[in-house]
């Protein structure tokens, strides 16, 4: 697997290294979750790109609102963990700032300072939909509305619907300089090595996320 390096994904990742979970080796109950997240190929895309509109479809259903199990401990070495579950349920202002000065920055940097103001538009509304998905997803998972399977495919649907909406605002070139993903890869493929989960406790070495 290649290095990840387009501000497309470090925009997940970054997000995520306050709402991602740990990404660790499973425990035997969650393997089955992850091995069983098809490999999406980026070609052909005919009936795969059904399968990944379900599954981002998937990602953005409403998390429900009854506790349904007995919820993971907050994990305390992870205090963004704490932020997002404690937060409220759109994202804070000053979270989706940040995130898109960075972004904005990098487009800045990849495609000069007149690339159009749709385009940036467009591209901040996936982020702040991707903040704001994957949060509630992380906030059911610690309150125990869903469990480690469900926040897995969620976080999956998540990362497809920000790379459908992104793919849709830029061109094919564009797509692939800024994501470093070629148009119709699915992200999560590129972000959780084979045998990893979210949402485990962590293991020696294994971090929240972070900068790509």
């Known amino acids: 697997m290649k290095a990840r390096h387009g501000l497309g994904l470090g925009a997940i990742v970054v997000c995520g290294a306050f709402a991602l979970g740990a990404i660790t080796a499973p425990a035997p109950a969650t393997t089955a979750a992850v091995a069983a997240t ?12 059904s399968a990944r509109s379900a ?22 070495e992870d205090p963004g963990i704490a932020d997002i579950v404690n937060g409220p349920d759109e994202p804070a202002a000053d979270v989706v700032a940040a995130r898109w000065d960075d972004v904005d920055r990098r487009l800045d940097e990849l495609f000069g300072a007149d690339l159009p103001a749709d ?10 939909t991707w903040i704001r998905d994957h949060g509630r997803a992380v906030r059911g998972y610690y309150r ?52 990893k989960t979210v949402g485990g406790p962590m293991g020696d070495g294994d971090q929240h996320g972070g900068e790509p």
């Open 144 to 195: 125990g509305s869903i469990d480690q399977t469900e926040l897995t495919e969620r976080v999956h649907g998540n990362m497809l619907g920000y790379a459908h909406a992104v793919e849709a605002t830029l061109t094919r070139e564009q797509y692939r300089t800024f994501m470093d993903l070629e148009p119709g890869e699915d992200p999560y493929l590129s972000l959780v090595p084979p045998g």
């Open 55 to 76: 599954s981002a479809i998937a990602g953005r259903r409403a998390i429900p609102s009854v506790r349904r199990f007995t919820p993971p401990p907050i994990p305390a």
């Open 119 to 128: 385009k940036r538009a467009g591209i901040r509304v996936a982020l702040t």
């Open 38 to 49: 098809p490999a999406i190929p980026a070609t052909p895309l005919g009936s795969t790109a």
